[in-house]
């Protein structure tokens, strides 16, 4: 037993919890995929249906013929300037000029190699300008100022490894924001669905309730009813069983989907568990009349006085499942020997409860280990329960079966 003191249940909305944030994280990033290629997608779209596309100083040389009058630019092509709004000119090897097409009238008509120069990088008196040689020829192309943002661009090594470190900080904070946005929805999600489930639960369960109270009243009425044969009494003591049978399913299944959803109000105070402890054991062996029945209750000096901040009617629910499961599972006709030690280890308090029963199956065990319900097994649903309120309280709980024969069950709580 000891070995296994290490082996807790997790909580199942924890896996639950995780797999929509897994699916939500998924959907998030697809979405911000696609949007993204849908906005450059649409912006490349509307950048070309602008035509923003400037005529080159190759284009305008190749369109401009000599004629013994000296030159002249094709209809085509100066049609094309004028939309462009654009100019151009022609320039000899010396920096002359030869020819032009909507030349500002501000610019010069001749220029030093320095000029040149500073025009195949910069700006000519601040018109954006293209250069294209063209044997011993220059062919220069200009646009409108404001209309071209023209520099040359140096980046250097260091620069570029900055930039990859902040590209990827970038990219880690973008991770991070669509992992948070993920978290946000995925738990109002998993609320709205959580409440929507128990609003569901509690509202089958009041209308069944009023029903079966009037069965239980009609069938206790007919149990007592001395006209009726015996045979008919005895159906009518049947019909008032199965439906307090009934009715403690409905408060489980309650009280099992409000725990399993964190919905359960639990109406703390300070709870001393060893006066719990003993007056439940108390109460089932007042009960049993024919001694088949023995309980042993070990509480070590410092658990004595320990409070809890906890619910005292669910801690009672918790040790009454404990008691009733192996009651109901001794597995022989022998008397019960219930044993439940209850001792403090550093700022935590521990409380087992051991019998001499057949122990837990394995199919059992299988079942309380695995947080999944959708295999059919035994019905283990008082256990259940009391995981539900152990985890509800923030404590522990195992279950397993003793060397010597017989199971147990130990919790472990944060005591106050």
Not at 5 to 29: C, E, N, S, W
Request: charged letters at 25%; proline letters at 2%.
């Amino acid at each position: 037993m000891k070995k296994e003191r290490d082996h807790f249940y997790r909580l199942p909305k924890v896996a639950r919890t995780f797999q929509y944030g897994f699916y939500m994280t998924v959907g998030i990033v697809l979405l911000v995929v696609v949007l993204n290629l849908v906005i450059c997608i649409v912006s490349m779209f509307v950048y070309v249906k602008k035509n923003v596309t400037n005529i080159g100083g190759g284009e305008v040389r190749e369109a401009l013929l000599v004629t013994e009058d000296g030159y002249a630019l094709t209809y085509e092509m100066s049609q094309k300037l004028a939309e462009k709004e654009q100019w151009a000119m022609l320039l000899d090897g010396e920096g002359h000029e030869l020819w032009s097409y909507q030349k500002p009238a501000e610019l010069a008509d001749s220029y030093s190699r320095t000029d040149i120069a500073r025009m195949t990088r910069w700006y000519l008196d601040g018109y954006p300008v293209w250069l294209r040689v063209w044997e011993d020829e220059i062919m220069v192309v200009g646009m409108e100022k404001d209309t071209v943002w023209k520099y040359p661009v140096e980046f250097s090594i260091s620069w570029i490894d900055y930039l990859k470190q902040v590209g990827l900080y970038f990219l880690l904070i973008n991770i991070a924001w669509i992992v948070l946005l993920a978290a946000l929805f995925t738990r109002r999600f998993m609320r709205n669905r959580e409440r929507a489930r128990i609003e569901w639960i509690a509202g089958i369960s009041h209308d069944i309730r009023t029903p079966l109270s009037m069965v239980m009243g009609y069938a206790d009425t007919l149990e007592k009813n001395g006209e009726l044969s015996e045979e008919a009494r005895q159906q009518a003591a049947v019909i008032r069983h199965q439906s307090v049978v009934m009715k403690e399913l409905i408060a489980d299944l309650n009280l099992t989907s409000q725990l399993e959803y964190s919905m359960q109000p639990l109406r703390r105070e300070h709870v001393r568990p060893a006066q719990t402890l003993r007056s439940v054991a108390a109460a089932f062996l007042n009960d049993d009349s024919e001694g088949n029945l023995q309980i042993e209750v070990e509480i070590d000096g410092k658990a004595e006085q320990t409070a809890l901040s906890a619910d005292e009617q669910l801690l009672q629910r918790t040790f009454r499942n404990l008691i009733l499961n192996s009651i109901k599972h001794s597995g022989h006709s022998e008397a019960l020997e219930i044993r439940i030690r209850m001792w403090e280890e550093r700022r935590h308090l521990w409380i087992c409860f051991e019998d001499n029963g057949a122990g837990y199956s394995e199919e059992v065990l299988r079942r309380l280990r695995n947080q999944k319900k959708k295999d059919a097994g035994p019905n283990i649903r008082g256990l259940e329960i009391v995981k539900k309120i152990v985890t509800a309280h923030g404590g522990r709980v195992r279950f397993g079966n003793r060397e010597e024969g017989g199971s147990f069950c130990e919790m472990r709580f944060v005591r106050s």
